[in-house]
């Protein structure tokens, strides 16, 4: 017995093959039936000097998985196609775009986010104590991933000049354009720090 299709179930059809299809089950399963190595699911990451467990899709990014799943919600995701910079973390001390990451490609490193900047007791790090003393952030969408680009910097170059502080935030956009206010915050930390 077949029911007579209505606009409705077509509509419900093309939703739920959808969701199917978005979900990668089907990739899953069909590497798994063709006999090709199937990708873990359940990752350990070191993220901020602790291990975490979690489930990972294969094709999921950083991004996500610390946004949605572990909590790390200071981590912004603005375009999610690697050009605005809100989603900067550090992967062993490198500044990287985590929407442009997939979760399984960044397990073998020390992943480091805001969260992991402040200090024992709670207050805040280095490069975010200067940000706010020069009123850097404005709104405060992009201020994560500035924070993050700078303490790449500073961790690579402890004194860097302007023009090197400059080159290394140029990957991430302020709509408010705060940029020389940010750039008086990466001098700040390096003066707190010499």
């Known amino acids: 017995m077949n029911p007579k299709l209505t606009r409705r179930r077509f509509i419900k059809g093309v939703i739920f093959s959808s969701a199917a ?18 990708m873990e699911r359940l990752l350990t990451l070191s993220i901020n000097g602790v291990d975490r467990r979690v489930d990972v899709a294969p094709q999921e990014t950083l991004a996500f998985t610390l946004r949605n799943k572990l909590g790390l919600t200071g981590t912004k995701v603005a375009c999610n196609r690697g050009e605005c910079g809100a989603c900067t973390v550090l992967l062993d001390d490198i500044p990287n775009y985590s929407c442009s990451v997939l979760t399984h490609n960044a397990k073998r490193h020390a992943i480091t986010t805001v969260e992991g900047l402040r200090n024992e007791d709670g207050s805040l790090g280095v490069v975010q104590q200067a940000f706010v003393e020069e009123l850097a952030p404005q709104c405060g969408f992009c201020t994560p991933g500035q924070v993050m680009s700078a303490e790449g910097l500073l961790r690579a170059n402890p004194n860097p000049t302007r023009e090197q502080a400059r080159q290394a935030l140029a990957g991430n956009l302020c709509r408010c354009g705060a940029y020389d206010h940010y750039l008086n915050g990466v001098m700040r930390a390096a003066e707190l720090l010499s």
């Open 21 to 38: 299809a978005a979900s990668g089950a089907g990739l899953y399963l069909s590497a798994q039936s063709a006999g090709s190595a199937v």
